[in-house]
């Protein structure tokens, strides 16, 4: 008997696990659009860097590519929504991936950079800035920004060369952005 509920609370425990979504704060989340940078002391405000906006713009030189039904995710964790590559242009790369809940919000924030950590050393950008961004469905129903960042040229360089593992990234990229649900 005692066995068959220490599997029962495992069981129980792992549906709990695999059904987490990422909750809404109480304050308002940013809306697609809008670029929040987390001021580093309470009261303190950041205005957002060019290159920060820059992840919202769109390029009509370069359409965004989606993957197609059948094409593999292009992602180590979630799904890759899409890519709209300005190498020819201004050497940028905004990747945009849709990933789910991990284990801890430390996870599920690291799992971005073992993404981008990826995307440069075997797919291929390893010559571009690239800017990352990651949504994910609320438990609102919404789908909005949860993590967001960019790794200047020469960090990807660097990463490319593997000088610099995923789990430094943090420390390091530029115009970093996490959704107050995953702090």
Not at 32 to 57: I, K, L, N, Y
Not at 70 to 82: A, I, P
Request: proline share 5%.
């Amino acid at each position: 008997m005692r066995v068959f509920l220490t599997s029962l609370l495992a069981v129980l425990l792992l549906f709990s696990v695999a059904g987490c979504t990422i909750t809404d704060p109480e304050d308002t989340p940013p809306t697609q659009g809008q670029q929040v940078v987390t001021p580093q002391e309470p009261g303190q405000t950041v205005e957002p860097t060019e290159s920060a906006s820059a992840m919202d713009a769109t390029s009509s030189e370069s359409p965004e590519q989606e993957p197609t039904d059948g094409e593999e995710s292009g992602l180590k964790y979630g799904e890759l929504v899409s890519i709209n590559d300005n190498r020819d242009s201004n050497g940028v790369v905004v990747v945009k991936a849709k990933i789910t809940a991990n284990l801890t919000n430390s996870l599920t924030v690291s799992q971005n950079y073992h993404n981008v950590v990826d995307l440069i050393q075997n797919q291929g950008y390893d010559d571009c800035e690239l800017q990352y961004w990651a949504v994910a469905d609320m438990s609102s129903g919404s789908e909005d920004k949860v993590v967001s960042f960019t790794v200047p040229k020469d960090l990807v360089s660097q990463i490319a060369a593997g000088d610099i593992a995923a789990t430094q990234l943090g420390d390091l990229v530029e115009d970093f952005y996490i959704h107050p649900s995953l702090k």
